[in-house]
């Protein structure tokens, strides 16, 4: 068996710095992207972006198919919540810690309660109501900016696919984070940028934390 080397242990060491440089410098460009996205927002340079994505949607509401999407969208909008979002981690946490995975579910744990507090800080900072264009078909009482469901569910299946390293994990979770974000907007709880914002906030968490992703079986 082959003893490391001192050179391979400072270049990991050196490797890590540099991954945490990174992962830094994208959060923090993603929170000043947020902070962006919020002062547009609030001197109405985004209004017709927003008025008119959401207009949309109220249009669709409204069509032959509108009923079968606003289900298809209440159901979406509904995984996406902060309930199933607990119920659907805990279950991942216990499948990490069944399968030996314990530093994975650590990782994880690590992600979501970091995440979802850093959702609660921004949107309490903003403090942006939510958007009164169309009638709300969801029971909302927290502030609008950034997007919750946006946010967590960027960070949840995000870590996900993360954990599981495979193209079709991606795949099927940016599925589900773009259909859980537009679920928000036909609703009419959120405006298009409070998603959009949302998006890049967990992105940017996402990043941050990718530093310490821990390695998948057979892998160095």
Known sequence: MKACSPLMGVRSI?????MLKKGAGIFIL???????????QRNGLLDDLNIGLMGWAGQGRETALGGQ?????????????????IILSLVVLGVLVFTGRRAAAWW??????????????????FAAPRP???????IVHSYSFPSGHAAGNMMFF???????????AYGAGGAMIVLIGASRVWLGVHWPSDVMAGWIEGLGWLMLCAVW???RRGQQ
Do not use: Y
Not at 14 to 18: E, F, P, V
Not at 132 to 138: E, G, I, K, N
């Open 30 to 40: 993603a929170l000043f992207c947020v902070l962006g996205i919020a002062l547009a």
């Open 158 to 168: 995000g870590a996900l696919a993360m954990l599981a390293g495979r193209r079709w």
């Open 132 to 138: 009164d264009l169309l009638p709300h078909l969801d």
């Open 108 to 125: 994880f744990a690590g992600v979501e309660i970091g995440g979802t507090l850093l959702n609660l800080i921004l949107k309490q900072i």
């Open 213 to 215: 992703l821990p390695a």
């Open 69 to 85: 999407v606003t289900m298809v969208m209440r159901l979406a909008s509904a995984i996406g919540g902060t309930a199933i979002r």
């Open 14 to 18: 050196s490797d890590r710095q540099k």
